[in-house]
């Protein structure tokens, strides 16, 4: 039994979007991630931190939730800025309860649990001091959904999943940061950022959490073990 993490699969079976376009390590990622998820047995669970599937619709991402179901465990899947099928999650959960996909739970306004330890997290969302209009909106809106996640951990161990970092080198961003701080969550998990952006990253413990970059190409899309 083992939890993992990886963000950005970036699925693409029915869509016209494979990242094997963009080259170097994208070339031949499906058999590069058919070969990482070999690791999974029936009693794990993955989180997958946003970027999911290119699908524009819960139909058109139809052969990528299938191709992600036959693998073995338990499916979190948590919402990046290229889900354009993410709808409502009792939408999400009819569909795939329509098509048989059995192994998914979504990771939205709520929190999950591994044994004891809350899997909280929200997709997040850029930060500016002087945000406006919709901008503005969209952060308030991940900002609560945070918040509610790490609520309804109650006083349980916390690992929080973005699919924004909430910091890298030169940004930070602190409504957020103060959040994982206050509900003293152990560790953030975080996608996003891809290619040269990898050594933005910050790694390690900052105020007592702890954060890791996670996207897939990162993790020579590998999934990370991060609990037995």
């Given at each position: 039994m083992a939890l993992y993490v990886m963000g950005d699969t970036h699925l693409s079976?029915?869509?016209?979007?494979a990242m094997d376009v963009f080259g170097g390590v994208w070339e031949g990622y499906m058999e590069k991630l058919t070969q990482g998820l070999s690791v999974l047995q029936p009693e794990d669970t993955l989180v997958i931190a946003g970027d999911v599937s290119w699908g524009m619709s819960l139909e058109e991402s139809?052969?990528?939730?299938?191709?992600?179901?036959a693998w073995?465990?338990?499916k979190i899947l948590l919402k990046g800025n290229h889900d354009y099928?993410?709808?409502?999650?009792?939408?999400?959960?009819?569909?795939?309860?329509?098509?048989?996909f059995t192994t998914f739970s979504i990771l939205h306004n709520n929190c999950l649990f591994y044994g004891d330890t809350a899997l909280c997290g929200t997709r997040g969302w850029f930060?500016?001091?002087?945000?406006?209009?919709q901008n503005a909106k969209v952060f308030n809106r991940e900002l609560l959904r945070l918040e509610t996640s790490l609520k309804a951990a109650g006083d349980a161990e916390k690992l929080c999943f973005l699919h924004y970092p909430p910091f890298y080198d030169g940004?930070?961003?602190?409504p957020i940061l103060e959040l994982l701080e206050r509900y003293q969550v152990r560790a953030c998990y975080y996608g996003h950022l891809h290619g040269a952006s990898h050594r933005l990253a910050v790694q390690g413990e900052r105020s007592g959490v702890v954060y890791r970059l996670i996207s897939a190409d990162f993790l020579k899309f590998r999934p990370e073990k991060i609990l037995e």
């Open positions: 079976l029915s869509s016209r979007k139809e052969q990528d939730f299938a191709w992600l179901n073995p465990g338990r099928w993410w709808n409502t999650a009792a939408k999400m959960e009819r569909f795939f309860q329509e098509k048989g930060y500016e001091e002087e945000q406006q209009g940004y930070r961003c602190d």
